[in-house]
């Protein structure tokens, strides 16, 4: 389980490292408003993925079972009921875009050099997104195979060509066209390599709508309404503040809030890492029937997702500021700063749940109170937030993101206790004390670079961070994991560090 972890940890650092390269890049090609309107087409056509029902996390629940009971008749049954589910909601979204487009025309104010640039862009991002729908089809068989290494392999070219494409035709042209371009091709890439990557392994797996089972259809759409609600809620929670600001201020305060959130986004992608991999394994545990093994997941992950939460999120709330300002530009340290504080106070709690408890209990099949506390939660964010952005601006947007997310996580951590009947004592005391005591040293390290040694540069920021890592990692192995039923790190070193001595 590690190896496939920590596979898809280095896909999501890759692409980090791709992002931090490409936003400033871009909006400096494209200017704020250029920018903003690229982030409010995005929110605003990223709607369109609510149409495809969450039939992709069910799919991966159901492919598992068959994979785990060795079923390939079944498995193709599943494949082809799904084909035939994601050519028909693909369509679907085509004629939903055209509407969203009027209403993208209608409620926002484009500046008038981009309407005919926006115009395109928001077609061709329908298009990615209505595609999009089949070309999940393929990773959702490697996943319920349990192949993730090479299939991060296909994502990091992915990443790559990404970053190629881009900062080639931006210095071309800065035009949110050709940005829209890039999602096509990229997507397309994907899709081929991971179709060819099945077709390989598994020659015995078909992709055709004549294996479509009316029961099998049923079983998947009825799960998979279950994670629509979960989608709407995210897309509520993590995609509509772009809306919220280019309704209430302008298209030009967007990327204020979004070079913020993107910090977020990818911490939060670090850990669904985590829950790529607990998903279906979680299914294929209750399949077989072992429910010590479960249990041992949802401990021993949920404290590594808390330990790796406050190590990012400290450095975030401490120096993240900072890093804004030498990475984009000094105006953004204040307002984006602020922003990234806010949040990221809220994530620390957030985060571990995320990461590990939703995945587990969407596994198991337990995904009713999860849905719909994350639906309550999308549309009190979506509240909050159009309350609290005329008096408090992007400050007021980023609490009304992060007061739902901690009250969702406190529901989901006791309903996860109760569904895997580990007691939230028990919980408690295995994965917060050490996990939270072996932070305060590196906070302590943060705050002496920042109040002591006044860190700013590119250089120092960088010293911080290789400095606050060392520590974290010396405390994670000689406190927080010294002695620890599943993953006592101590003892696996040791006697690793005396064979190397005697040598």
């Not at 981009?114 to 990615?128: C, K, Q």
């Amino acid at each position: 389980m590690l190896k496939n972890v920590g596979s898809n940890w280095i896909v999501t650092v890759v692409t980090v490292v791709a992002v931090y390269l490409l936003t400033p890049y871009t909006i400096h090609k494209l200017g704020d408003d250029g920018y903003g309107t690229w982030n409010l087409i995005n929110s605003i056509t990223g709607y369109l993925g609510l149409l495809v029902l969450g039939v992709p996390m069910a799919s991966v629940r159901y492919f598992a079972q068959h994979v785990a009971r060795g079923d390939t008749t079944k498995l193709n049954q599943a494949i082809g009921s799904c084909t035939a589910l994601y050519l028909i909601l693909g369509a679907v979204a085509l004629v939903m875009g055209v509407g969203l487009y009027a209403f993208f025309t209608f409620t926002y104010h484009i500046p008038a050099a981009l309407h005919g640039d926006a115009g395109w862009a928001f077609f061709l991002m329908v298009l990615f997104v209505s595609s999009g729908f089949i070309s999940l089809l393929p990773s959702g068989v490697l996943a319920a195979h349990d192949v993730f290494v090479p299939r991060n392999v296909v994502r990091l070219w992915g990443v790559v060509l990404r970053l190629v494409l881009t900062l080639g035709l931006l210095a071309l042209r800065a035009s949110l066209l050709l940005l829209a371009v890039v999602q096509l091709v990229c997507q397309a890439f994907d899709f081929l390599l991971c179709w060819l990557l099945v077709r390989r392994r598994y020659p015995a797996t078909r992709f055709r709508l004549a294996d479509f089972d009316w029961t099998a259809a049923r079983g998947i759409f009825a799960f998979s309404i279950y994670v629509l609600i979960l989608n709407a809620g995210a897309r509520l929670s993590f995609e509509t503040d772009s809306m919220v600001i280019g309704g209430f201020m302008n298209v030009g305060s967007i990327p204020y809030f979004t070079v913020a959130n993107s910090f977020i986004i990818y911490l939060m992608e670090f850990l669904i890492a985590i829950a790529a991999v607990v998903m279906p394994m979680a299914t294929r545990l209750q399949t077989q029937g072992k429910k010590a093994e479960l249990q041992e997941i949802f401990l021993k992950w949920s404290k590594i997702a808390l330990s790796m939460t406050l190590a990012a999120g400290l450095f975030l709330i401490v120096l993240g500021p900072r890093f804004i300002a030498w990475w984009v530009d000094p105006t953004f340290e204040r307002p984006a700063g602020q922003v990234l504080q806010i949040l990221m106070v809220s994530y620390l709690i957030f985060l571990p749940m995320r990461g590990v408890a939703l995945p587990m209990l969407m596994g198991l099949g337990k995904a009713g109170l999860p849905t719909v506390g994350f639906l309550v939660a999308g549309v009190l964010n979506l509240g909050l937030s159009l309350l609290l952005v005329r008096p408090l601006g992007l400050a007021g947007v980023a609490l009304g993101t992060a007061i739902p997310n901690v009250l969702f996580a406190v529901l989901i951590f006791g309903h996860a206790c109760r569904v895997m009947e580990v007691s939230i004592l028990a919980f408690m005391r295995y994965v917060i004390p050490r996990a939270v005591l072996g932070a305060v040293p590196v906070l302590a390290l943060l705050l002496w670079f920042k109040l002591g040694l006044e860190v700013r540069s590119l250089v120092e920021l960088a010293v911080a961070g290789v400095a606050m890592t060392l520590l974290f990692g010396v405390m994670w192995v000689f406190y927080v994991c010294r002695n620890d039923p599943y993953i006592d790190l101590w003892s696996w070193l040791l006697p690793r560090l005396r064979a190397w001595g005697r040598v």
